[in-house]
């Protein structure tokens, strides 16, 4: 397979907006694709140039597009001089109240690459884009010179100098939708262990350069060795540290009133480029049979699939919530969690509840694609990969009933560690650590929670529910939580609702964590209320052993419904199996609602 580096830029940089105008507007696309850089040194991406190809098409033909409106650059067009030209030609053809829609797909690097991006002097917390022509030996010169780094025309489009404030103008009174599939830095808890992982990623971080860089200047130790427990800067000026009991609304505050984003990676993670080997050899599908970027291959299904033809049915929340949901499906070995902003707690201008290219206007009906649209593809039991070298284990999963052996394309994948036994997810995310081998009797537990989420998720999927968006502390810092640390989820609902929180710890064991009360179970949350779970200091949630993944659901059902009731039974119990038939009823009663409830499942991992 050909090279593969990915496209690294820090989407905080790039964002943000306050639109009133509703009257019709016009809908304004760029879309930008480097697939084969000018620089032979530069490892070239199969995915962009297919990207932006099938995006027009979607765009002209499912969501009212003029063609005569969409300007797209590929390769030896997209310069950073016809990319910046590119952006202002879109403010002087368009109007106060249009759509506009910016779109990337290409290599990019940030402060966060310790292999390139930090070495050229990024500014802490900016990312950037590589544009085609992009040069390194001018950029060689200038640290040779020990010239700051500056707006000036060398291939590397910097999101603070260059971006912002032309997004910035736009987002005055045009409503802006900007979306990057690139990644950020690379998540030091994820490890390309698993049978089958995408190995294109899009970060600019090749050897020769790097190593070139390397011969002139030593990046500074806090670019070059930054933890996830160091700051994170965002541009607002803010400094929003990972200990999340300090993340606030004014903290985590999405500094524009019309700018909604979608990134393909959070912080400390690499968004994959799907090859076209990798397409042939089985190991990965795409919509339409070629290379495309994870992500925007999970865009472009879920941009087919909602109802375009009635205006304002979608909002940007659900049209998110969408591509999430393809790509938790398609993408499973990708290793990287697609995020949105502005993030719910800070979404003042209630941007993620309007209207998809729609001038600004709330969202009115929810709708999506018929189901038979949406295939079946998860099967019953769990898939497991077992180490040739783990013989007992090997031979004990053969006879359990939730789980097969499939060494091919796995769920999961167990190998023998140091200590023990590490159970990893397809995409190289540590599950869970069993010291030792594992007894029968855990082992089992944990696999048959592990093969009820996988059935919990795929009916949840199907059964085209409406909106309840969550969010785990804030996207940008992505799924990892440390040894005592807070956590929280924030949720908003597009309908009226009662809660229920079911919490699948890394032991295999459920906790009804809401409702716990009558007084909770009869509490209703109106639609777009700001949820805050917990929702006050008085409860807290601190990170404590066994470390692993943990899997938070969230229902949200018609208030008064007898699902609450049996919510109350499943808490009573207290930590209950997947064999429960107090959990049985429940989930009985779940699939019983079908399109009268909303959920939303949040996966995150807790680590020492």
Same mark, same amino acid.
């Given at each position: ?290 290379? $495309?970027?994870? *992500?925007?291959?999970? @865009?472009?299904?879920?941009? =087919? ?6 205006? %304002?049915? #979608? ?124 007894? $029968?009797?855990? *082992?089992?537990?944990? @696999?048959?929670?592990?093969? =009820? ?6 009916? %949840?999927? #199907? ?146």
């Amino acid at each position: 397979m050909q090279g593969r580096v990915g496209r690294h830029l820090l989407a905080i940089l790039f964002l943000l907006g306050s639109l009133s105008t509703q009257a019709l507007a016009a809908k304004h696309a760029l879309l930008i694709g480097v697939s084969d850089y000018q620089d032979e040194r530069i490892d070239d991406l199969e995915g962009p140039r297919n990207d932006v190809t099938a995006l027009e098409e979607v765009l002209t033909n499912k969501w009212a597009f003029d063609k005569d409106r969409i300007t797209t650059l590929l390769d030896e067009d997209a310069t950073e001089s016809n990319i910046l030209s590119a952006i202002d030609e879109l403010y002087r053809a368009s109007a106060p109240g249009d759509d506009l829609l910016i779109y990337y797909s290409g290599h990019g690097t940030s402060a966060q690459d310790s292999t390139l991006g930090a070495k050229l002097h990024l500014p802490d917390g900016s990312g950037a884009l590589v544009s085609y022509d992009f040069d390194p030996e001018v950029h060689i010169a200038r640290l040779e010179q020990d010239k700051p780094l500056t707006a000036e025309e060398d291939g590397l489009i910097v999101g603070r100098f260059e971006l912002k404030p032309r997004f910035e103008k736009l987002n005055q009174d045009r409503q802006l939708l900007v979306i990057f599939d690139a990644c950020f830095s690379g998540n030091a808890v994820r490890e390309a262990s698993g049978r089958y992982v995408p190995t294109n990623k899009r970060l600019l971080s090749f050897t020769e350069i790097s190593d070139w860089l390397s011969g002139i200047v030593k990046a500074d130790d806090a670019n070059n060795t930054a933890e996830p427990s160091e700051s994170l800067q965002l541009e607002s000026g803010c400094e929003e540290c990972l200990d999340v009991e300090i993340v606030s609304a004014e903290v985590a505050a999405f500094d524009y009133d019309n700018l909604v984003y979608f990134g393909a990676a959070a912080e400390h993670q690499l968004a994959v480029d799907l090859s076209q080997s990798e397409i042939d050899a089985g190991l990965v599908s795409t919509i339409d049979g070629k290379p $495309h970027g994870g *992500f925007t291959d999970a @865009l472009l299904r879920a941009l =087919w699939t909602v109802d375009a033809e009635v205006p %304002d049915t #979608v909002s940007y929340g659900q049209l998110f919530s969408q591509v999430l949901d393809q790509f938790q499906s398609r993408c499973k070995s990708c290793g990287h969690i697609p995020i949105s902003l502005p993030v719910l707690s800070s979404d003042r201008h209630q941007l993620l509840n309007k209207a998809v290219f729609s001038s600004g206007v709330p969202a009115s009906n929810w709708a999506v694609a018929s189901a038979a649209q949406i295939p079946e593809i998860l099967t019953e039991q769990l898939s497991v990969a077992v180490a040739a070298d783990a013989p007992t284990l090997l031979a004990h999963i053969k006879n359990n009933p939730d789980a097969h052996v499939n060494q091919s394309s796995p769920d999961i994948v167990v190998e023998p560690s140091p200590t023990g036994y590490l159970v990893r997810s397809s995409d190289g995310s540590r599950l869970r650590h069993f010291e030792s081998e594992p007894s $029968h009797r855990s *082992f089992d537990r944990w @696999l048959a929670a592990q093969r =009820w989420l996988k059935n919990r998720r795929h009916r %949840d999927r #199907v059964q085209q529910k409406p909106l309840l968006h969550a969010e785990f502390r804030h996207p940008i810092l992505g799924n990892v939580a440390r040894t005592g640390e807070r956590v929280f989820f924030t949720m908003e609902s597009d309908s009226d609702i009662s809660l229920l929180m079911l919490l699948v710890d890394a032991d295999g064991a459920f906790h009804m964590l809401y409702p716990a009360t009558e007084e909770e179970a009869s509490r209703v949350y109106k639609a777009q209320q700001l949820i805050r779970f917990p929702a006050d200091n008085s409860v807290q949630f601190v990170v404590t052993p066994p470390w692993g993944a943990d899997n938070a659901l969230f229902y949200g059902v018609p208030p008064g419904d007898a699902v609450l009731e049996l919510a109350l039974n499943v808490s009573r119990k207290g930590p209950v199996s997947a064999d429960s038939s107090t959990l049985q009823e429940l989930e009985k009663a779940l699939d019983a609602l079908q399109s009268n409830g909303s959920v939303s499942h949040i996966r995150f991992l807790s680590v020492e």
